[in-house]
């Protein structure tokens, strides 16, 4: 399997523009999380579902957030308007849940979101 | 908030022991103990986890105290390859996939 995979690697945008970011989850793989992680803050979760429903959105940060996934294979994180404080990189993760706390989740290479 | 203290920062001598601690003294009798290991500009990397005995894996080994508030990673020849930070989580593990939270992990630093 190739991993899980996001796409872009690397956006640089303007202040007030819409910014999407992808996932591709591993295969057969039923939780999706997106985390965000900043030099001040670390690494904290923005949103998780489980197969496909939105289960805690409760750390993204305002409306201006938003994420969904229309399908096992493909989830979206967008913010619109984007803001300088939004730089950071944005991490997606899967895993399967196997019971008994022995899930293991799997990172992507993160996408770097640089706000001008 | 993250239920674990680490310290900031150790080195390590190329090709010895890493041994990596964590306090988790509020840890709850259904939760796990996991880590996880970031190198620079990757994503985080499962290493290992365990309830209340010691484990080893192909990575590493994970001695937990029998009273459970603290653990050890231990990597036991480090190369340059194992500089990264070192995230030690708590987590319920029998309710579904929760989410990992993050403390500030600690840096190991191998040095040639």
């Known amino acids: 399997d190739a991993g899980v995979i996001q796409s872009p690697r690397h956006e640089v945008t303007e202040m007030g523009q819409e910014v999407t970011l992808r996932c591709k989850p591993i295969?057969?793989?039923?939780?999706l999380f997106w985390y965000r992680q900043t030099m001040m803050r670390g690494l904290e979760l923005l949103i998780y579902?489980?197969?496909?429903?939105?289960?805690?959105d409760s750390g993204m940060p305002e409306d201006r957030f938003s994420a969904k996934m229309p399908n096992a294979s493909f989830s979206t994180l967008k913010i619109q308007p984007s803001e300088p404080r939004d730089s950071a990189v944005y991490f997606c993760?899967?895993?399967?849940?196997?019971?008994?706390?022995?899930?293991?989740?799997?990172f992507g290479p993160g996408t770097r979101l640089t706000v001008l | 908030d993250a239920k674990t203290t680490q310290p900031p920062s150790m080195d390590c001598a190329e090709g010895r022991a890493a041994n990596l601690p964590c306090n988790h003294s509020t840890i709850s009798g259904n939760e796990y103990v996991y880590w996880y290991r970031q190198i620079h500009s990757q994503g985080p990397q499962y290493i290992i986890h365990g309830l209340k005995n010691n484990e080893t894996n192909e990575m590493a080994s994970l001695i937990i105290t029998e009273d459970r508030k603290s653990s050890t990673l231990i990597l036991p020849h480090a190369t340059l390859r194992d500089t990264a930070v070192y995230y030690c989580i708590v987590r319920v593990g029998n309710s579904g996939n929760t989410p990992l939270v993050f403390g500030k992990g600690t840096r190991l630093s191998v040095i040639a």
């Open positions: 295969s057969g793989h039923d939780y």
């Open positions: 579902f489980n197969n496909n429903v939105p289960i805690d």
């Open positions: 993760a899967s895993s399967l849940f196997s019971g008994g706390g022995t899930d293991t989740q799997y």
